[in-house]
């Protein structure tokens, strides 16, 4: 999950732009080109995904595994960095020619589903290629839209704050699972006051988290063809935000600015942000301080609004193969041994036996572990709320005119009426 903001934080985790060459992803050769049949029954899927270097280590070794069971399937391979991607896979698919599998995510399935790109999986599940037990709380159903089975997740993952532990404790500010928008407000005037710092980075502009709020109050920001919430409801979001930043609650937007690809955190200008869950490895590998995960305040001490969010595998409705694709999906979401290789990089394990065989080591991901494991315990997870077509275009907005109402150029009233003029073009296109 989580593009946007978030997709900023994957890419700056690691250094993309390596080559085909230096990774060892060239084509597979002695097969019958894309998506063809080769002369002794091997046939060769395409498989593209968007991240960065480490990430295609990672998944060219489980290729490899997937290659040694399968040795009649071949896969020829393509990554991009996220806005890349999504370029190439644009024009392949507008050009009748996408990968056979990619990665996808939840905001870009009814999108694709209404191009005619995205294959129904349910077939291959009725005829034992791909199974969809086994999945961890609820997963199963997360790529399912409109009694279709577009998309199978490979990972999981939750918003969470992220938080500056030293920061936190010079404060005496203790986040507890319950807490309410009204603690989290005096935790962030604590921090101000007894440490010099903005209490957050300034949520107001992470659409995800904006869900949960809205979700806490029996709302939420899509609904399956359109916006779940009012232009007042987004003034008074974005009012409090203009205010909290002004009072020094929440971090100026532009020296947040100055110090990227720093986050605020580890640069020192904020106590904690808001952010997914397995994202938290950038802060200790950025950062010179203890970094922790607390959870999300609430409206009423009990409803989070929260759901775990996943990337995800979804398949050409023009693949030539769709048996060996479902294989293919199959391996990649079941198999202990990729989970052993992936580790949490697309986040917590999927299913229960990749979950199982894949027990961190260090401090971090224990925590990620650690966290999503509360928040099943803890009953606080629902359903996730649909994405209409469109929404990756609204995503993108509202991280974008957030920022230009942080910087102070544009008013609250303003950026409320461009939020809404550009959402309703993304979601009647």
Known sequence: MGTSRNVERRTILKAAGATAVTLGLAATTGCGGDGGTSSDGTVTIRYAWWGAEDRAQRINKTIALFEKKYPKIKVKTDFQPYTDFWKKFNTQASGGNPPDVFQNAIGFLRK???????????????AGNLSMDGFRAGLDTFGEIDGKLLGVPVGSNSMALVIDKPVYTKAGVTPEQGWTWDDFDAAMKKIRDRTGRAGDTG????????????RQNGKAFFTEDGLGFTEADLTDWWTKAKKSVEEGFYADVKKV??????????????????????FTVRYTSEGKSEYGLA??????GKKTGQYLGSLMLSASKRTEHPKEVAQFIDFMVHDPEVAKIMGYDRGVPATQAQYDAFK???????AIAAYE???VASGVLEPITPHPNG???CEAAFLRIGEELGLGTRSVDEAVKQFFTESKTALVA
Not at 203 to 214: A, G, I
Not at 257 to 278: C, H, M, R, Y
Not at 295 to 300: A, F, H, L, R
């Open 295 to 300: 959870p999300i305040p609430t409206t009423d």
């Open 373 to 375: 494991e509360s928040l």
């Open 360 to 366: 961190p080591t260090d401090e971090v991901n224990k």
């Open 257 to 278: 600015g100055q110090i990227k690809p720093k986050s605020a955190v580890t640069g020192e200008l904020s106590g904690g942000e808001f952010t997914w869950d397995n």
């Open 112 to 126: 694709y589903d209404a191009k005619n790109v995205l294959l129904d999986l349910k077939a291959q599940v009725g």
């Open 391 to 393: 929404a990756d275009i």
């Open 203 to 214: 949520p107001y502009n992470v659409m995800y988290l904006y869900d949960l709020y809205l």
